[in-house]
């Protein structure tokens, strides 16, 4: 799955330019503290994960939804080859087994 971060557009929307008035907007509009080092790395590029509550805190801080922030790419991928099993030996005709089942 493709997340692309669209928070800077969306914020520069709302005439939020630096990540110290996204912070104070954060601690204003939705009582979340959040680091420095933390808001400089939602701005500066696509973060490896994102909270639930951080991201609902956005929302609330910018007043736009989740949709406004991030985008999904829900095009289908290939199904994975699968593997094909190998066939085990046909018995030869009228001899009986010569060793046990695997």
Do not use: H, N, Y
Request: proline residues 9%; hydrophobic residues 40%.
């Amino acid at each position: 799955m493709d997340v692309t971060w669209r928070l800077r557009m969306a914020a520069a929307q709302r005439e939020v330019w630096t990540g110290t008035a996204l912070r104070r907007l954060l601690a204003e509009r939705a009582g979340v503290e959040l680091s420095a080092a933390s808001v400089s790395a939602l701005f500066s590029g696509q973060p490896r994960q994102l909270k639930l509550s951080t991201l609902a805190a956005l929302c609330t801080a910018l007043e736009c939804g989740p949709g406004d922030l991030i985008e999904v790419d829900t095009t289908p991928v290939a199904p994975a080859a699968r593997r094909q099993r190998a066939k085990r030996p046909e018995p030869s005709p009228g001899r009986g087994r010569t060793m046990p089942p695997l």
